[in-house]
């Protein structure tokens, strides 16, 4: 993995024999406020990752005592603050294009051919939430502590949590988190379907979740990716459009090296 100072807020690890990479956060000491390493350095990681044949699953854990409390809100301030408080329209399309790279990370992962799943412990707050709703599946601890926070900071949540989170909780759910601002417990997020899995505690929490990526891993990746190509298909099309694309999906691939050795292994059961 690239080292330099814009990757510098993750660690990379990858557990080859099971196909899986773990990407920690890794700024504990601000409890993994998001600066600016990580917005910067997200699409970078995921690019990376994707190129990487040998990995299947990428898990997104945190080091420390939270997952992430979200955006820095201190240096964000201080380094774009022209930006921020520009007059004219010249400044706020800078604006503009600034959100719209800060959003490229989590873009990146749910067009990704890769399954993503958090690990989520204590807190997880705005740009967190964002983070975690970008991944395809969440493992939550009981002692975390979810907010869509913006809300109580005057903004309007512009990286994917309002866009993502409608599909995953339903848009009731959606509303009270967006609405209130307020803290949701871990068990209170696995009843939404937030989590889809919970964890007593946070010694549990990343060995749970490797096993959980291990059985990802072991299906055939086409298959998988195909599997989350559709699901990502379905969120703005129609049921039938959605049956019209996943029958030309396996009319293109259906016949692969995977399919072909699991039916030979098949062949081979029925004839003892």
């Not at 820095?72 to 790279?101: W, Y």
């Not at 993502?164 to 967006?178: E, N, S, W």
Request: a negative charge.
């Amino acid at each position: 993995m690239q080292e330099n100072q814009t990757l510098s807020f993750f660690q990379v690890e990858k557990i080859l024999d099971k196909k899986i990479a773990i990407v920690f956060l890794n700024r504990p000491e601000a409890r993994n406020a998001m600066d600016w390493r990580f917005w910067s350095g997200l699409p970078l990681i995921v690019d990376e990752l994707e190129k990487d044949e040998a990995i299947n699953v990428v898990i997104i854990a945190a080091k420390g005592k939270s997952f992430s409390i979200g955006l820095d809100l201190v240096e964000f301030n201080e380094r774009f603050k022209d930006i921020l408080h520009g007059k004219i329209a010249d400044e706020r399309k800078k604006l503009h294009e600034l959100i719209l790279q800060m959003q490229e990370g989590f873009k990146k992962i749910m067009q990704s051919k890769k399954v993503y799943i958090a690990a989520i412990h204590k807190h997880c707050i705005g740009g967190g939430l964002d983070l975690i709703a970008a991944c395809d599946i969440r493992v939550g601890c009981k002692n975390a502590v979810v907010s869509l926070r913006e809300t109580k900071v005057g903004i309007v949540a512009d990286m994917c949590s309002l866009n993502r989170l409608p599909y995953i909780i339903g848009y009731g759910a959606t509303k009270m988190m967006a609405f209130t601002g307020g803290d949701f417990s871990g068990e209170e997020c696995y009843r939404m379907g937030l989590f889809e899995k919970l964890v007593e505690n946070e010694e549990d929490l990343l060995p749970e979740t490797i096993k959980l990526a291990e059985e990802i891993a072991q299906n055939p990746p086409i298959v998988v990716s195909g599997v989350k190509q559709l699901l990502n298909y379905m969120e703005s099309h129609s049921t039938f459009e959605g049956m019209e694309y996943v029958a030309l999906w396996n009319a293109t691939y259906l016949d692969s090296a995977d399919f072909r050795e699991i039916m030979a292994k098949f062949m081979q059961k029925l004839k003892r």
